[in-house]
């Protein structure tokens, strides 16, 4: 076990914190959501090595001294906001589905062989039930009390937007984290790695790909790889492009367009196509947000047919951009990570014809998307459950966007989430696990938005009388 030069800086910081700032431990757990790479403790060797994330770590001490907190108050039994009951006990559900789903490999005892890790050039390992399974547990539950606290500490409307600058801070720091690797790569200068790129893991290496055919590194800044990336852009670019959109501007409407701009261009470096995909999604779905004014509409889908007309002249007549997107997106299935994901999602879809009900365990098998990926893991009943809550989430927060005007700030934040958690959905459905700290951070603020609307709907009829 040792400590990264990262970590002797954090972990003093967050025991200070906890003693004489405890509210800091809250943006700080927010601000370090996208850090995949980041590790301020790294343990083990080889394959087998990991590191604990700054996230973890602030996550951590802000839920104990939540605890804490309670404890000293003497209120030991604790109740969800009327607002947020119905989603979080949906969220509960789920979690106690997934949470079932681990007595799976202690029933399995060794029987199956599942893959070691997801990638062509995996080995067999008979599933069995170890520490590792208890690990999955852990997180799980770590990540689904995380997500509550957020979700209930921004259930005010001021709070709600408080939240999500913290996230926009943070994704400006990694978008200007990636520009600045990119450059590094350019200007043939060492990228140093070490500060936030120090996880040990084997699987933290994404900062060292490089995309062959236009001879560029493709960016990973903080994050495991680009990808993981991407996924946090796209979320981050959601929820700017309606704050725009619909007149309720996250910092400022002239810095919300300068970070739309950095975080659209950050996007187009990491070559992912998961981004680009994302970004796909996002015009295809824009001009469907709930609009009371058919000049806003027709504005809106003009936009987007303007980005698509300036994208397909790009293609045509700019080489290297056609380069990139034949090689990332239309020539995709000759990639050798195509046949990568082909792989694991049959072997997922293998694993959960076996075990159809619960699956083979929570996090028990490599994943390269949401829906095979919770088959294999949680089977039917997991899919059900998370089926449940997200369209639940996505039902309530469209009732609720239509109920408010443009401009008015109150009613924002139903209309950001939903076309934010439709589209983070639809990215995982082709990118991964939802077991990554960004997907539980929308989904907290998607559930915050739900209860914002909840009070919206309670407030109407009063208003209208």
């Known amino acids: 076990m040792s400590v990264t030069p990262i970590g002797w800086v954090l972990i003093p910081l967050g025991l200070v914190l906890f003693v ?32 604990f994330s700054p996230y973890l770590f ?44 681990l007595v799976m490999p202690m029933l399995i005892a060794g029987r199956l062989q599942i893959m070691d890790r997801p990638n062509i050039d995996y080995d067999l390992v008979p599933l069995q039930y170890s520490l590792q399974t208890v ?39 990694v978008c200007l984290w990636g520009w600045m690797q990119f450059a590094c790569y350019l200007a043939g200068l060492p990228y140093p790695a070490a500060v936030f790129n120090n996880n040990a893991s084997p699987y933290a290496l994404g900062y060292e790909s490089v995309l062959e055919s236009l001879g560029v590194v493709r960016v990973s800044s903080v994050a495991l790889e680009p990808s993981f990336l991407s996924r946090v852009l796209v979320g981050l670019l959601a929820i700017c492009v309606v704050a725009i959109y619909r007149n309720t ?40 947000l709930p609009s009371e004014r058919s000049r806003s509409r027709f504005a809106l889908v003009a936009s987007v047919f303007a980005v698509l007309a300036a994208l397909v002249t790009a293609y045509f007549t700019i080489p290297a951009v056609a380069d990139l997107l034949n090689s990332q997106l239309f020539n995709k299935a000759e990639a050798g990570s195509v046949v990568e994901r082909a792989v694991v999602i049959s072997n997922d879809f293998q694993y959960f014809l076996q075990y159809p009900i619960l699956g083979i365990g929570w996090d028990c098998a490599p ?54 958690l439709t589209i983070t959905c639809g990215v995982y459905i082709i990118s991964g696990g939802i077991e990554t700290p960004d997907f539980w951070m929308i989904l907290a603020l998607s559930i915050a938005a739900v209860g914002i609307g909840y009070n919206l709907r309670q407030q109407a009829p009063a208003a209208s009388v």
């Open 20 to 51: 004489l700032r405890p509210r800091w431990l809250y943006a700080l757990t927010i601000f370090f959501v996208p850090f995949s790479a980041t590790a301020i403790i790294n343990h083990g060797s080889g394959d087998s090595a990991s590191g």
């Open 249 to 288: 501007p996250i910092f400022g409407r002239r810095f919300d367009y300068l970070i739309l701009v950095l975080v659209s261009s950050t996007i187009v470096i990491t070559t992912a196509s998961t981004g680009y995909v994302g970004v796909v999604l996002l015009l295809a779905l824009l001009p469907f």
């Open 135 to 173: 690990n999955h547990a852990l997180s799980l539950i770590f990540d689904a009390v995380v997500a509550a606290v957020i979700a209930h500490r921004s259930l005010e409307v001021k709070q709600f937007y408080s939240t999500v600058r913290i996230y926009f801070i943070s994704g400006v720091f």
């Open 367 to 420: 994943t390269h998307d949401v829906i095979v990926g919770l088959l294999a893991t949680c089977g039917v009943c997991g899919v059900a459950a998370f089926g449940l809550l997200i369209g639940s989430l996505i039902f309530a927060l469209r009732k609720s966007s239509t109920l408010t005007a443009a401009g008015e700030r109150r009613g924002g934040p139903p209309v950001l989430m939903l076309l934010t």
């Open 58 to 101: 602030f996550g951590f001490l802000m839920l104990l001294r939540e605890c804490l907190n309670l404890a000293l108050a003497r209120r030991f039994r604790f109740r969800f906001a009327r607002p947020l009951r119905r989603p979080l006990y949906l969220l509960v559900s789920f979690a106690l589905v997934c949470l079932a789903s």
